[in-house]
């Protein structure tokens, strides 16, 4: 079977059909996955309120894409996403991140959720293995190193039990 051909990203090819509201989710398409994976994933309902307040602002309806171009036929190109950060982080006033424009956002995410389950930050996060999440998007940070050295688990011998 044939892969499909690999797009630039997952969100620039997010369209309003592939939010759903009850039960909130949102469908990633093949399409737009560098690895050609079809999935949907939860969302909290403050994010599925946020999207649909700004659909209706939008009066978007449909099929259409959430990003699209000016003639409404084709989804923004990945570059112009990390343009618009670019333009963003400069327009607050706010220091450029190290590692990449996207990339260190995904980083602050998946390290912030160390304590939950792997396969569920994978699931949600599309990792496929768990060697890329650990060795590349999950840091160590003080808070977590100092929980490690606060555990309350203390073994009354050496023996194995």
């Known amino acids: 079977m ?6 630039p990203g997952a969100i620039n090819g997010l369209r309003w059909s592939d939010i759903t509201y ?3 989710r949102i469908h990633w398409r093949a399409e737009f996955d560098k690895r050609g994976r079809d999935r949907v ?9 946020e999207f649909l307040r700004f ?4 009066g978007a309806i449909g099929d259409g894409w959430l990003f699209p171009t000016r003639d409404e036929k084709r989804p923004w190109r990945r570059e112009l996403f990390s343009q618009k950060l ?3 982080e400069k327009h607050a006033g706010l220091e450029h991140l190290e590692g990449g424009v996207w990339h260190p956002f995904r980083r602050k995410w998946a390290t912030e959720r160390k304590n939950l389950p792997m396969v569920d930050v994978m699931a949600v996060g599309g990792w496929r293995d768990a060697a890329t999440l650990l060795t590349c998007y ?11 050295m606060a555990a309350p688990n203390k073994l009354m011998s050496l023996e194995a039990s």
């Open 22 to 24: 009850k039960p909130p």
């Open 138 to 148: 999950q840091h160590t940070d003080e808070q977590s190193m100092l929980n490690v």
């Open 41 to 49: 994933v939860p969302i909290t309902d403050g994010l599925a309120e």
């Open 86 to 88: 670019l333009i963003a």
């Open 2 to 7: 044939a892969r499909p051909l690999q797009q």
């Open 55 to 58: 659909q209706r602002r939008l």
